[in-house]
């Protein structure tokens, strides 16, 4: 790893007790932050009156200001510390992305114990092997995941405190369960002010979060995150992102996931507001409400949006597809220009206004109507998603990372942005490509290793420092990074062609009528598909051309939607090499899913599951 010193850190507070060695080892960092506890304590220096966070109520959007955060967070510690929590020890959070969960991080934080996330979708046997795993002392869970515990509890022998929050918490307040609420009115009663104690005593090298891998190829593996990790990360990240005080951010995602925790702990750096969506299901009422400055968000959700624009104009009328048409190729001008920081051409610029008004202006104003931008990861974004948003006027800013990385390592920027690509190195990060084209990181942002598992941590760190990120990648002449794809996951046909799906997938996955594709065909002669469809669309489609079904599952196998499907996906094989196109294809009836198996909490594919779970259907495109 780099000194901390060379992530040139934002200079916050001079450090007491410094000792010699941390002086050599850190200068010139001494006037930084060394821990993400200090990072917390200059924002409420600087904005205690201004507000922090927001979150839905009974309806109501409640906020909170970051003193009423900083009250909370250390009568938390306290009340942590009273159970018997102490440096080192392990807490797990088993919640989806809330208020709490955000108070309660930093609370573990404070302790100067360790924060290991567990994803709300997460099963059963999922979340005790993430408990066992990492020897958790103290689980804090939103009350929705208590019968999970409950069923596990007697087997976990660390696990000795089980806090509960949420609505109607308190039926749940017995021997087994303590509540969240309670353990802050216990830590308000005797203040040992632990957090100040330990602001002063953590370091760099001090472990913050064990982030477990989404195991998509096994069990999931426990990256060792330390304080100084995530501070390079944020220094890096705020280099490249022009996040400010006056921003409010709306958080949909799982700050189990790595992008969504980088964001919240730049959020209690820069001092922005911090909003809290109710569920994925009502986020485009909660976007409209909160009318964000800036999102992060996973593919999936512009794919969505996309998808419900397109559905719309395939019930539109000609003119209207014809102006839509026009509309966007104004767009795509103008952002071939404005996407350069270039002055847009004055004929461009006098049909913009017009297009924005007949066609872009109702998806500004269902977003809010004051996106500055959007940020994009955990997941390739179709360029052709990516041209659509831009040419509507708005700005995606597409970064890469892993769990290992502390999030971004590269990331496209208002100044340099490169559709197609996710972006140029961040400061402090090194990057090479392997002889094989695998990705290799080395810098401030890698993690320590895996908990409790030194052949991974070997595996992944070579003996010269360089992390192996599994992907596939490429630099073009001016420096932004593609990924072609997961090493794991290249196809080699039966011909030797070598062949990335995931290019093919997001593809065919901007079609209004398609919803997922899994493609296969490693060791085949030929590639064939997995698919599922947008069942709203499809619908609509049986109704118009009166196809009698009466249930989904008799639709998807109806002639006619099987002939509409092949000929959307021979129409995407036109824009992919022989060798690339896809043959033959099975529809799927329901969607692939967390639950169901085909995908990891972060939404990416379990490719060996899913092609285990569909084995017949998959052998029976290549019998003879």
């Not at 942590?80 to 309660?104: E, I, N, P």
């Amino acid at each position: 790893m780099i000194p901390y010193g060379r992530c040139l850190l934002r200079p916050y507070t001079t450090h007491k007790n410094l000792d010699i060695f941390l002086f050599l080892r850190y200068f010139p960092a001494i006037m930084y932050a060394k821990n993400l506890l200090e990072t917390f304590q200059h924002t409420i220096k600087k904005r205690p009156q201004a507000i922090a966070m927001r979150f839905k109520e009974n309806g109501e959007w409640k906020p909170l200001t970051w003193q009423e955060v900083a009250t909370k967070v250390e009568a938390l510690t306290d009340g942590l510390a009273g159970l018997g929590v102490q440096k080192g020890d392990r807490v797990c959070l088993f919640s989806k992305s809330c208020y709490q969960w955000t108070l309660s991080d930093l609370a573990i934080l404070g302790t100067g114990a360790i924060t290991v996330p567990i994803y709300e979708s997460n099963t059963t046997d999922q979340a005790q092997f993430i408990l066992e795993n990492s020897e958790a002392k103290v689980v804090i869970i939103e009350k929705d995941q208590a019968e999970k515990i409950k069923k596990i509890r007697s087997s976990l022998k660390n696990l000795k405190h089980v806090i509960v929050f949420g609505k109607n918490a308190k039926k749940l307040k017995n021997d087994e369960f303590v509540l969240w609420e309670d353990v802050i009115k216990n830590g308000e009663k005797e203040s040992r002010k632990v957090f100040e104690k330990m602001s002063h005593e953590l370091g760099p090298d001090d472990e913050a979060s064990y982030v477990y891998t989404s195991g998509t190829t096994g069990n999931p593996k426990g990256a060792v995150i330390t304080h100084g990790n995530f501070l390079c990360e944020l220094d890096a990240l705020l280099k490249m992102i022009d996040l400010r005080e006056s921003d409010e951010s709306l958080l949909f995602l799982p700050l189990a996931h790595i992008l969504a925790r980088a964001v919240q702990f730049a959020q209690i750096q820069v001092g922005f507001v911090q909003c809290y969506a109710e569920s994925i299901d009502k986020l485009m009422d909660n976007i409209s409400e909160v009318k964000p400055h800036v999102m992060a968000s996973v593919p999936r959700i512009f794919e969505k949006v996309h998808g419900r624009v397109m559905q719309t104009l395939e019930q539109g009328s000609t003119l209207k597809k014809q102006i839509f048409n026009w509309a966007l190729q104004v767009g795509k001008m103008r952002a071939e220009y404005t996407l350069h920081n270039e002055p847009v051409p004055l004929l461009i610029k006098a049909q913009w206004p017009l297009a924005y008004q007949l066609v872009f202006s109702k998806l500004h104003e269902k977003m809010g109507g004051r996106v500055r931008f959007f940020l994009s990861g955990g997941a390739p974004l179709s360029k052709e998603i990516a041209d659509f948003f831009h040419a509507a006027g708005f700005l995606i800013l597409e970064g890469y990372g892993l769990t290992e990385t502390s999030a971004a390592i590269t990331c496209n920027s208002k100044k340099y942005n490169r559709v197609g690509t996710v972006g140029k190195v961040v400061p402090g990060v090194e990057i090479k490509i392997a002889p094989d084209g695998e990705i290799l990181v080395k810098g401030g942002v890698v993690f320590k290793g895996y908990f409790k598992n030194p052949d991974a941590t070997s595996e992944a760190i070579d003996s010269k420092g360089w992390f192996h990120t599994g992907d596939i990648g490429e630099f073009d002449k001016d420096g932004f990074l593609k990924i072609t794809d997961r090493k794991k996951d290249i196809i080699v046909t039966a011909a030797g062609k070598n062949i990335a799906p995931q290019n093919i997938e997001n593809l065919i996955k901007t079609d209004p009528f398609i919803s997922q594709i899994i493609v296969h065909g490693d060791k085949r002669k030929f590639l064939s598909a997995l698919v599922t469809l947008n069942q709203e669309e499809v619908v609509i489609y049986a109704k118009s051309k009166k196809i009698p079904f009466e249930t989904y599952e008799q639709l998807v196998t109806h002639e006619k939607i099987q002939v509409l499907v092949r000929e959307r996906i021979e129409s995407k094989n036109k824009q992919l090499a022989k060798y690339e196109s896809i043959k033959k294809f099975a529809i799927l009836s329901q969607e692939f899913s967390v639950e169901t198996g085909e995908l990891t909490p972060t939404m990416k594919v379990k490719r060996k599951f899913t092609s285990e779970k569909y084995k017949e259907i998959l052998d029976e495109f290549y019998r003879e």
